[in-house]
Structure formats: structure tokens, C-alpha cells
């Protein structure tokens, strides 16, 4: 069994590459339909749990979907690719599971809150109406990401405590949290609760479930170095 699934996810990772000579964006669309459609499967998430074989493809496949996201012109197919990601982050379990990923994962999240990925021909309000679900679409990876970043933060600080390395971990948590709040989590959420956008009906709840998560799971800032011996 454990082949026949390294099999399955080499193959996918092939047809979702939309690079690959061999395919092309439309195959790379069919596969991220027939992978979310095998992700939505209680028997394969059961199958997951009891032999994980994602882990090693899920920093290819989010490579990939990615550039899916990019080449597609269509709001709505990019929306069905950020929702594998998210199925993906749901299906990956485990202590801080996906949370090494989290820089692969966020990079691209502002470039496409912004301007949608960079594409979609104006179709009036259901255009809108798609933006609006690809907007939610960032908001549920933060949401299910955060938590991923809160365990793996706990476990790395346990980790540093026994090895002593406590300050040098401390510092680094600190920067990757400032960087996450500055950089994506602050203007996202400014933006999606600004009552003046067309979308903000649509919007508001998304955003009041990711300040949340926000809330719950971003870990405090680490306390100061002590001072210096006198």
C-alpha cells in the first residue's frame, strides 16, 4: 500500500506541475479537481492517519499550485487551488504539521489578497463575488495555519530550553512573529473589516474568525534577555 500511495503522489506531483512539458495549466486544474475531490474522502484521510505519505510532496504540491495560481487567468480556478491548500494544512497532521512549510505557504499571500493572484477579466458582480471567496480562501489558510505555528513554536522552545539555546530560539520566534503580525496579518485584517468595500458583508465574518485565531494561538512575545551579570 505504502508504494502504490508514493506512486499516486509522484504522479500528482507531476500533473499539477504546470511547468511539466508533459501537461499543461488545463491537466493542472483537472488534478487539483481530482485531489481535492481524494482529499475530501473520510477513507483516504483515514488511510493518511494511519500511514502518512503527504508530508514528504506537500512542499511540491503547494510549490505547484501556487504557479497554478499564478498562470491562471480565471478568479475561479485560482479559488479552487487555494482551497486545496487548505485541504492539504487539514489532512497533514500532527504536532506543528505544516508549520516548516509556513514561509512557502505565506510568501504569496499578500501579491494575491491584493490583486487576486493577478488576473481575472471583469465579469461585474459575480467577479467580485469570486474575489470575495478567494479573499476568504487566504483568511481559512491563515486560520488553519496559525495553530500549526503556535505548536511548533512550543515545541522549539522546549527543545531550546534543553539544549540550552533558549535566547538564540527566543529571538528567532520573536523576528518570524513580528514579520507575520507587520508584514501580512495586520493590513489583511485592516482590510477586511473596512465597512466602506463593496465586499466587507462578505468579508467581515472571515475576518472576525481569523482575529480569533489570532488571538488564541499567536504566541505572546518571549520575555527580554535577563540583563548582564554586573
Aim: glycine residues 10%; hydrophobic residues 40%; negative net charge.
Amino acid at each position: 500500500m505504502g508504494s502504490e500511495m508514493c506512486i499516486r503522489d509522484s504522479l500528482f506531483s507531476c500533473a499539477l506541475d504546470p511547468d511539466n512539458p508533459r501537461t499543461d495549466l488545463v491537466a493542472a486544474l483537472q488534478a487539483i479537481e481530482a485531489l481535492s475531490a481524494l482529499l475530501h474522502d473520510w477513507t483516504f484521510a483515514e488511510a493518511e492517519k494511519k500511514d502518512p505519505s503527504l508530508p514528504p510532496f506537500l512542499g511540491l504540491y503547494l510549490t505547484h499550485v501556487y504557479r497554478v495560481i499564478e498562470a491562471a487567468s480565471e478568479l475561479e480556478n485560482k479559488r479552487k487551488a487555494l482551497g486545496l491548500i487548505n485541504l492539504l494544512l487539514k489532512v497533514v497532521r500532527g504536532r506543528g504539521g505544516g508549520a516548516s512549510l509556513a514561509p512557502l505557504i505565506l510568501e504569496p499571500l499578500p501579491r494575491m489578497w491584493a490583486g487576486g493572484g493577478g488576473g481575472g477579466e471583469g465579469k461585474g458582480g459575480r467577479e467580485e463575488g469570486v474575489m470575495a471567496d478567494l479573499r476568504i480562501g487566504i483568511m481559512q489558510v491563515l486560520i488553519g495555519l496559525l495553530p500549526r505555528l503556535a505548536a511548533a513554536a512550543a515545541a522549539a522552545a522546549a527543545e531550546a530550553e534543553k539544549n540550552n539555546s533558549q535566547l538564540q530560539q527566543q529571538q528567532q520566534q520573536q523576528q518570524q512573529q513580528q514579520h507575520l503580525v507587520s508584514s501580512l496579518l495586520l493590513p489583511l485584517l485592516a482590510d477586511a473589516t473596512d465597512i466602506s468595500r463593496p465586499e466587507a458583508g462578505t468579508l467581515l465574518e472571515g475576518a472576525l474568525r481569523l482575529w480569533h485565531t489570532t488571538f488564541l494561538y499567536l504566541p505572546p512575545p518571549p520575555p527580554p534577555p535577563p540583563p548582564p551579570p554586573p
